[in-house]
């Protein structure tokens, strides 16, 4: 090639031509160094057909590649769904590429990198900021920049405790491999059914080629020892597996696990790692030295060298949707993948998402059924308490029946679970005297009280204030009251009413790494905790066979402001959530708190038939032609100024085509009217399955133009309404 076409990693641009000089060598997939302007950019070259440019430029007056990494090309899979993935979320490829080549550092040579980590010896001179910085690190090892992140001060003082001698250097190995995981170390003696699922899922890796599963099997079935057979086979074939989970919280329970299976860890890919372990991770996978990699969605686009099965665990979770930057779906995206490279992908659920079991329906995935809990284990017996007849005391939030289901539970020595979706103490704050309620300034949103950080924090954009002493409309002190529960006032009325009990809250807040997870699950197996209240983080993948009685708080909270999956996503919360109740050889009992018990999503997780409600909601959808039957795309318009989020989204209304099988909705004002600062207007386009709605949406938005200061933002299948 003496000419190249080159995606480069800045998202705001197209691809663009430069001359390959003399001597180097490159092929589509090839990672370069290209110059831009007075800088220099990393980039793939791409085959120049699959990527149209805007601007041809001559052969005279292309500029020259300024090099090529010795690391192995994207390959052609890889590049494809790069593509597709553009091209259906309606994003630039660059920013998709970006995924790919997520650890920059990744890509410069160099076997070692210098990290650095407390000696242990205090400087004299201690000051308040060295001393933070000391405190905060702890243990940790990182980059001066990372360090200075943790404590929360500049690399200065990190620099200052370097030459103090209170932090020294050390040098770290990059390309150190990640011992190979052994598929022989302790393989389980698996059920009958178990070892039918398997059977299946070996035989796919072995054969190769695209083969979606789904992995079906209520909570506590063994789904996660059977597709450890998968990735077995996968090791014993020379192949990559790889386990996307809808959490950072499951990996750390989820690397115990597979270490105790296969001798060995498998490489662990999130937003808590250090630069270095992201290199050196993002290195091994290309490589082929990492065999296994567990990980959160962004995994998924790394460029595996080998790949031979991927599994995408909890597969109904919405957390594998992403919402910002590129919005695509890691659920769906991994089963293109998988198209792509040819390979087998595993959806494992108990509680599958209607479009999932749809594909199963019309045969194109393949279903594996696991009926029962392993070795013994029933499933909870789910029974309702109704607000209305057993109401709790004023200013309690737990039914009496809850109450002495817990303490009972307690005293035997069991340990119990309250579920509550709702972080911090109060949802809503209110001047008593004047009625004034606490709003964020930057978005249509209350501000939650947070007793245990003592602040009010927005969950939208985390604007933060202390508690105010007194009212800042009416000025009354000691006038403010907390409305409705969160977590950690669920927790005060637990300790309150068993002041023996150990509590622990176990949210986003204060699980916010692997390590604090681990930290969670260690306390709980040591039977340390006795009552664990907690979000939608608690609901899933954790396993403490000791764990006998779970309520949920408040059942009806999740089909509030209803969205076309609220129902099913209020079934498969509590599913869920009843799941971790009585997993080990005490049986379970799960309360579940509602004004509605007639709610067909109530009867169904009673009655345990959930196929009557999978099929009137299915149902339902179908006739409103909604996914998986029809096709919506949210377009949400945004703008500092009100005034121009209304005129451009109007503007871009009007534009809509009118094309057969393709309705707008809108423009209006988005629930969330404000986030951010940036005034939301919406519009939906629902469109008939056949319908290439993509191309139809790139023709006309690619026609209306909008002033700088708005931003467009494209949403295709939408799970946010908001
Ligand atoms: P699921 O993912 O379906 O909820 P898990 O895979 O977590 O279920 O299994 C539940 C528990 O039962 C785990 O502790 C697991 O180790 C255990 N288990 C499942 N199948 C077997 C088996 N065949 N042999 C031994 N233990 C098993
Ligand atoms: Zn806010």
Redesign the pocket.
Known sequence: MSRARVLLLNAALGPLDYRVPHGMAVEPGSIVLAPLGPRQLAGVVWEAERMPSDAEVGDNRLRNLAAAYDLPPVAAPLRRLIEWTADYYLSPPAAVLRMALASASALDGGRTAIEYRATGHVPERLTAQRGQALERIGERQGLVRELAQIADVSDGVIRGLVKAGAIEAVEVSIDDPFPAPNPDHAP????AS?ADAAGTIVAAVRDGGFAPMLLD??????????YFEGIAAALREGRQALVLLPEIALTEPFLK?FEARFGHLPVAWHSDLRSTQRRRAWRAIASGEAKVVVGARSALFLPYAHLGLIVV?EAHETSFKQEDGVPYHARDVAVMRGQFEEVPVVL?S?TPAIETRQMVEIGKYRELK?EQ???G?TMPAIETVDLTRDPPPRGRWLAPSVVSAMRETVERGEQALLFLNRRGYAPLTLCRTCGHRFRCPNCTAWMVEHRLTARLACHHCGHVMPPPAECPECHEPDALVACGPGVERIADEVAALLPDARVAIVTSDTIWSPAKAAEFVGRMEAGEIDVVVGTQLVTK?Y?F?NLTLVGVVDADLGLQGGDLRAAERSFQQIAQVA?RAG?GSKPGRVLVQTREPMAPVIQALVSGDAENFYHAETESRREALAPPFGRYAAIVVSSEDQAEATTAAKAIGLAAPQVEGMTVFGPAPAPLAMLRGRHRQRLLVHARRALDVQAVMRGWLGEVEWPRGVRVAVDVDPYSFL
């Open positions: 389980p003696a698996l059920s178990q099997g209520v909570t506590g079935s063994g789904k996660t020892e059977v696990r665990d494992a108990a696991l809990r392993h070795g284990a993948g396993h066979p799941g997993r």
